[in-house]
């Protein structure tokens, strides 16, 4: 699995890079054939009191069909964990959907 981040206001640190590839490595549990994983950071709004300062967009590929999820948080680091978890929920939600299929397909005795 390929993990990709981008940004466009801010620096990608190697603490930060490394966290979205440990949030993104919780992906290969489920058990789907993952491409790539592409990361996009940004912060949208210059004071920090703003609560929807940070923006994360997860875009997993995976054969058949993208999962594409969008959050904003006051933090960067929060935005990230639960983007990661809501993509999460896509794809078990999609693995479910493949599963279901694949029983309804199958002959009855």
Not at 55 to 65: A, C, D, S, T
């Amino acid at each position: 699995m390929q993990v990709i981040v981008q940004t466009k206001t801010l620096p990608v640190t190697q603490a930060l890079r490394a966290f979205v590839e440990r949030q993104s490595q919780k992906l290969t549990k489920l058990g789907l054939k993952i491409n790539k994983v592409v990361v996009y950071l940004e912060n949208v709004a210059r004071k920090t009191s703003d609560p929807h300062r940070s923006e994360v967009r997860y875009r997993v590929e995976v054969p058949g069909k993208d999962v594409v999820v969008e959050k904003k948080g006051n933090d960067l680091y929060a935005a990230i964990t639960e983007a990661s978890l809501r993509v999460t929920r896509q794809l078990s939600k999609l693995k479910e959907r493949h599963l279901r299929a694949q029983r309804q397909s199958l002959p009855k005795e």
